[in-house]
């Protein structure tokens, strides 16, 4: 049975860091693509940053050079450190494999506000 937990979500000021945890269990978490995700209010889910199996990471362009993406595959854990957070990274966080399915499982965020 899958099941992802995200944590470290909360409130920061704008400028702030703060660093998300993803604990995965149920999945061949070695062999796959990974990914953060985020939803905003009335916006559709999105990709924030991915990281292969091998290691290559790949970021939206609205958070390059801010977020850092990393995994270790022993432990089954995804990190997403986030740096000079802006109010519009407000959303919640997800994390799931790359090209995860909308209908499929989803763990329960973690939430994120930005203050201005």
């Known amino acids: 049975q899958v099941q992802l937990v995200e944590s470290g979500g909360g409130l920061v000021q704008a400028g702030g860091s703060l660093r998300l945890s993803c604990t995965a269990s149920?999945?061949?978490?070695?062999?796959?693509?990974m990914a953060w995700y985020r939803q905003a209010p009335g916006k559709q889910r999105e990709v924030v940053a991915r990281?292969?199996?091998?290691?290559?990471?790949y970021y939206a362009d609205s958070v390059k050079g801010r977020f850092t993406i990393s995994r270790d595959s022993a432990k089954k854990t995804l990190k997403l450190q986030m740096n000079s957070l802006k109010p519009e990274d407000t959303a919640v966080y997800y994390c799931?494999?790359?090209?995860?399915?909308?209908?499929?499982?989803w763990g329960q965020g973690t939430q994120v506000t930005v203050s201005s």
């Open positions: 799931n494999v790359f090209q995860a399915d909308p209908e499929g499982y």
């Open positions: 990281i292969t199996s091998g290691g290559m990471t």
């Open positions: 149920g999945i061949i978490f070695s062999i796959n693509a």
